[in-house]
């Protein structure tokens, strides 16, 4: 944790030992920002400077799309939470040498999008306006809490043939778990961040909790699934993957690696070869071989 985040959490905590409803509200509302944006790195410039770049409206605001490709055979790419669609970009490259279409975004508060704030239900927005355009997709790949906001479009009507889950959030709980964790907050504060999810960010009759569980209630909408996961990610832990196998059965299959960790999971070469792999087996709708794992470099 760093020497900011600390002295924000340490206020938080105070505060709620006075005022819990006020120091709830306060974290709360650092809960829907990202925060500082991401930029695109040098490695990344060359494929996201070939994008044919447009906009959509998302929540009100101008979410920045990239595509690449002629159109045919789309794979939407869907990024994770302080991150942007140009981390894709050596899956990009890899996708395009095979005839395929990547389509990105920057979710609202990321990237080249407006806004300070952003929610799964407006990742979900994102997703469902370029499924009408760009899809049914062929394949979906996504990171993160990127995952977890997929999950939630295949229940909303997303389409694709294969989808490819890489370092995922499966269980919304984690979500508080990590804001928690990076401030350093007590269990009154996160309390209270958490009522405020179910009551004032996402309210409806389904608890929240269950509503966004990428494994709580299987749906034949979930295609067959890579599910790619560091045994040693710092971040997402890899038990949430093991939830998605659980799940969905022989309907996933699970790569696990060592030593790549959140990051660099999605860029790995060899990650990437087992992704494009999977995207070229035959026969879409057929049980997934065993799981396997591989090292760093495997």
């Known amino acids: 944790m760093d020497r900011t985040k600390a002295l924000v959490g340490t206020a938080l905590n105070t505060a709620a030992l006075i005022s819990p409803d006020l120091a709830g509200r306060a974290a709360f509302g650092l809960f829907r920002r990202p925060g500082a944006r991401s930029r695109v790195r040098p490695a990344e410039r060359e494929v996201h400077d070939r994008a044919r770049t447009s906009h959509l409206t998302v929540a009100g605001r101008r979410a920045a799309v990239y595509r690449w490709g002629d159109g045919s055979r789309p794979v939407l790419l869907v990024h994770g939470w302080q991150s942007r669609a140009s981390r894709f970009a050596p899956l990009v490259a890899r996708l395009l040498a095979e005839g395929r279409s990547p389509v990105a975004f920057d ?17 979900g927005e994102a997703i469902g306006r370029l499924h009408e355009l760009d899809g049914p ?23 694709a043939d294969r989808l490819v889950a890489i370092a995922g959030v499966t269980d919304f709980r984690h979500v508080i778990g990590g804001f928690r964790a990076q401030l350093g907050l007590s269990e009154r504060v ?32 979930v295609p067959p699934t890579l599910v790619v996961h560091d045994e040693g990610d710092r971040v997402v832990p890899f038990r949430q993957a093991g939830r998605l196998q659980a799940a969905y059965g022989g309907r996933v299959r699970l790569l696990a690696t060592r030593g790549l960790g959140h990051q660099r999971v999605l860029t790995d070469p060899a990650v990437l070869d087992n992704v494009l792999g999977f995207l070229t087996e035959p026969d879409t709708r057929a049980a997934l071989p065993a799981n396997r794992t591989a090292g760093a470099s495997a």
């Open 190 to 221: 996160s309390q209270q961040v958490a009522r405020r999810v179910e009551e004032v960010l996402l309210p409806g009759d389904e608890p929240v909790w269950e509503r966004f569980d990428a494994a709580g209630r299987p749906s034949d909408a």
């Open 107 to 123: 979710a609202p508060a990321h990237g080249g999008s407006a806004g300070s704030t952003t929610t799964i239900l407006e990742y």
């Open 137 to 159: 997709f062929e394949a979906v790949v996504a990171h993160s809490f990127g995952v977890a906001c997929t999950f939630h479009a295949l229940g909303e009507g997303l389409r």
